[in-house]
């Protein structure tokens, strides 16, 4: 079973920036699609970004494009969530998700971190 652990949210304000990290333990990281997630108070869950094992990148949220910027170190175990000019409305909690099988959902989930962005 993967283990994600993710870090880097906080307490931010309007056109600040924070970094998210998550780290899937695991020796096949690099064989799965990682993606971002994020669920505000009263509102679905909601995809923010995913990188594919290959590398191939696709924003679900529209209005994080051009701001929030996915990537993935394979040789770290690393997934990252660069988010800039940070809205009040990207406020969330943010999760890491892994799609361990091939075409497969997104089956293994971190705990979440928080992010504020304050007005």
């Known amino acids: 079973q993967v283990q994600l652990v993710e870090s880097g949210g906080g307490l931010v304000q309007a056109g600040g920036s924070l970094r998210l990290s998550c780290a899937p333990s695991?020796?096949?990281?690099?064989?799965?699609?990682m993606g971002w997630f994020r669920q505000a108070p009263g509102k679905e869950r909601e995809r923010v970004a995913s990188?594919?094992?290959?590398?191939?990148?696709?924003y679900g949220v529209e209005s994080v494009k051009g701001r929030f910027t996915i990537s993935r170190d394979n040789a770290k175990n690393t997934v990252s969530l660069q988010m800039n000019r940070l809205k009040p409305e990207d406020t969330a909690v943010y999760y890491c998700?892994?799609?361990?099988?091939?075409?497969?959902?997104?089956?293994?989930w971190g705990q979440g971190t928080q992010v504020t962005v304050s007005s």
């Open positions: 695991g020796r096949t990281f690099s064989s799965y699609d």
């Open positions: 998700a892994a799609r361990t099988a091939r075409g497969g959902v997104y089956d293994c």
């Open positions: 990188i594919t094992r290959s590398g191939g990148i696709t």
